[in-house]
């Protein structure tokens, strides 16, 4: 059971989020406007935050980077008119997670919300599985079909970045801030070339990829298992 907060000003859209939320067995609590949405995303604590990028008062977008201003790792999903939308903020870094795209099926968005449920209960995992790899942290050490496979370091490190983060889209900045570290004088272009040879490693088809995928104009994605299968 997870407390969400819904920011959307939408009543009857609110209605049947709040009521397909309690049906997962989820607390849910609606706001109707951004500024409402900002104050109780400051003043509780959340497991995750859906958030309306169109609402009166303050839009989601700022509603996004205050709460981050102030300190909140929430995951937060935004729920969006148009693709362009999100890709804006994604790609503006203002601390979003994921989006869905209006209108969305409560499906999509129930996966979703269970990607990003469990990607905050994974931060300490440290073996992985996916499709025929293992990958155990404690040991640095990539297996597929049981079979030790070739990894350097700086692989490893991007794979786990990747694995933390399933189901989020992740810009090559983040990428290179998180598994080379801030300041470091890596190119996109190298970005792509160590997740090209990943692919290789991890991928049964590394040109059609079913891991990690590459999402236009924004990043990656490392495809989480039960998002593709729900
Ligand atoms: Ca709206």
């Known amino acids: 059971m997870a407390r969400i907060l819904i920011v959307e000003d939408e009543p009857d859209l609110a209605l049947s989020l709040e009521e397909d939320l309690r049906r997962q067995g989820h607390q849910a609590t609606v706001a109707r406007d951004g500024a ?34 102030a300190g909140a790792t929430t995951p937060v999903i935004l729920l969006t008119a148009r693709t362009q939308e999100a890709e804006k903020v994604l790609g503006l870094d203002s601390g979003a997670d994921d989006y869905v795209t209006k209108p969305f099926s409560l499906r999509e968005l129930r996966a979703r919300i269970r990607a990003q449920l469990r990607r905050g209960s994974r931060e300490t995992e440290h073996v992985f599985h996916f499709g025929e790899c293992e990958v155990n942290f404690d040991r640095a050490e990539l297996r597929r079909s049981g079979q030790p496979v070739d990894v350097t370091p700086q692989e490893l490190r991007l794979l786990g970045v990747f694995l933390r983060n399933r189901g989020r889209v992740l810009s090559r900045d983040r990428l290179i801030e998180a598994a080379w570290g801030n300041g470091t004088a890596i190119t996109d272009r190298a970005v792509d070339t160590h997740v090209f040879n990943l692919r290789k490693k991890i991928e049964p088809v590394p040109s059609a990829p079913r891991f990690l995928i590459g999402v236009r104009g924004l990043g990656y994605r490392f495809e989480d298992e039960d998002l593709t299968n729900s």
């Open 36 to 69: 409402q949405g900002l104050e109780l995303g400051t003043s509780s604590s959340w497991d995750l935050v859906l958030l309306d990028v169109m609402l009166p008062k303050m839009d989601g977008f700022e509603v996004c980077s205050e709460l981050r201003r």
